[in-house]
């Protein structure tokens, strides 16, 4: 007798969710007190909703991607390959590379 595939999930997304919303009351209390625009300038609620879910999502990625791995090498280096195509992502985005003038109008 052992502990159930479910119950074994359910434990760590519960442990896991009350981390995110840990993290992210202490990531608003930490923008607003270093005067960031983005915490100042808009709702504490939303910001703090919207932190939340972006989180949540991240974290059902790493839900997700962990059943595709069973060594803590080969999670590393899937995780460190996720992070940089987010990344890089972001820097074409950022940058308007896709973005045409002529075609704005």
Known sequence: MGLRRS????????YE???VIISTFFLVICGAI?????????SVGLTFFL????QLAMLGLGFALSTF???????TTLGFIVFLAGFVIQLV???G?????????
């Open 7 to 14: 119950v074994f999930w359910l434990t760590w997304l519960l």
């Open 17 to 19: 969710v009350s981390m």
């Open 34 to 42: 270093f005067q960031f625009q983005l915490f100042l300038k808009n």
């Open 51 to 54: 932190l939340f879910l972006f």
């Open 69 to 75: 791995v069973t060594r803590s090498a080969s999670a």
């Open 93 to 95: 985005v950022g940058f």
């Open 97 to 105: 590379f896709p973005y045409v003038e002529e075609y704005g109008n």
